[in-house]
């Protein structure tokens, strides 16, 4: 059963940085899309990024250019390397991962549960104040 375990994230004024990880165990052998999905107060859940097993990404468009999501491999973690943060991306970061090649575009605008993915983490709160 593959368990995520996210950190970092906290409180930060706009235009200031921060990064989330999220690290995965029990992943099995075949692939694996892993990434972040949002929700603020109020709004519906979105997609942020998410980032296949062979590197490739997808992004929401609110944050192209200011988010990064990148993957080790070894550490079975991957990060959101935030920056620029604007107050409309105060919300709460939820890591998932879903089994699967070619999926960050799907999961992407994925709408669906949560429990119906392979597997979601508890969510890690980012607060930008001006």
């Known amino acids: 059963q593959v368990q995520l375990v996210e950190s970092g994230g906290g409180s930060v004024q706009a235009g200031g940085s921060l990064t989330l990880s999220c690290e995965a165990s029990?992943?099995?052998?075949?692939?694996?899309?892993m990434g972040w999905f949002r929700q603020a107060p109020g709004r519906e859940r979105e997609g942020v990024a998410f980032?296949?097993?062979?590197?490739?990404?997808s992004y929401g468009d609110s944050v192209k250019g200011r988010f990064t999501i990148s993957r080790d491999f070894a550490k079975n973690t991957v990060y959101l390397q935030m920056t620029n943060l604007e107050l409309e991306d105060t919300a709460m970061y939820t890591c998932?991962?879903?089994?699967?090649?070619?999926?960050?575009?799907?999961?992407?605008?994925?709408?669906?549960?949560?429990?119906?993915?392979?597997?979601w983490g508890r969510g890690r709160m980012v607060t930008v104040t001006s």
């Open positions: 980032i296949d097993d062979d590197g490739t990404t």
């Open positions: 029990g992943l099995p052998s075949w692939s694996y899309c």
């Open positions: 998932a991962a879903d089994p699967g090649t070619h999926r960050s575009n799907y999961l992407l605008h994925y709408s669906a549960r949560l429990s119906a993915l392979d597997a």
